[in-house]
């Protein structure tokens, strides 16, 4: 099994990007994304799973997670930019269903995906 993130790229203050995750060979009950900023640990960004979604305080209102369920693939749509959002962001599923609360522990997460970066500069 594979996930396969993309979407990233250089994008102004205020602006745009949707992120994609393809999971290949399974499907899985919760799906997470995940940042990096240089020099800083990786973060919990938001979490999916049947009947809820969990996002971290600074992106929520800003970003969306979401299925594409004909293509089995995540989705992460990021408006509003800011520059402390410019991370490497990484997908990440695990076949459990997880309570909100856990969405945030990467642990608990079985598979990740490589990295696509993001940045948000002027």
């Known amino acids: 099994v594979q996930l396969q993130a993309s979407g990233g790229g250089l994008v102004q203050p205020g602006g745009s990007l949707r992120l994609s995750c393809a999971a290949s060979g399974r499907t899985f009950s919760t799906y997470g994304w995940f940042r990096q900023a240089p020099g800083r640990e990786r973060e919990f960004v938001a979490g999916?799973?049947?009947?809820?979604?969990n996002y971290r305080d600074s992106v929520r209102g800003r970003f969306t997670i979401s299925r594409d369920r004909a293509n089995n693939a995540l989705r992460l749509q990021m408006d509003n930019l800011k520059p402390e959002d410019t991370a490497v962001y990484y997908c990440a599923a695990t076949s459990r269903t997880l309570i909100l609360s856990s969405m945030a522990r990467q642990n608990e997460y079985s598979n990740w995906g490589q990295g696509t970066q993001v940045t948000v500069s002027s």
């Open positions: 999916l799973r049947p009947g809820g979604a």
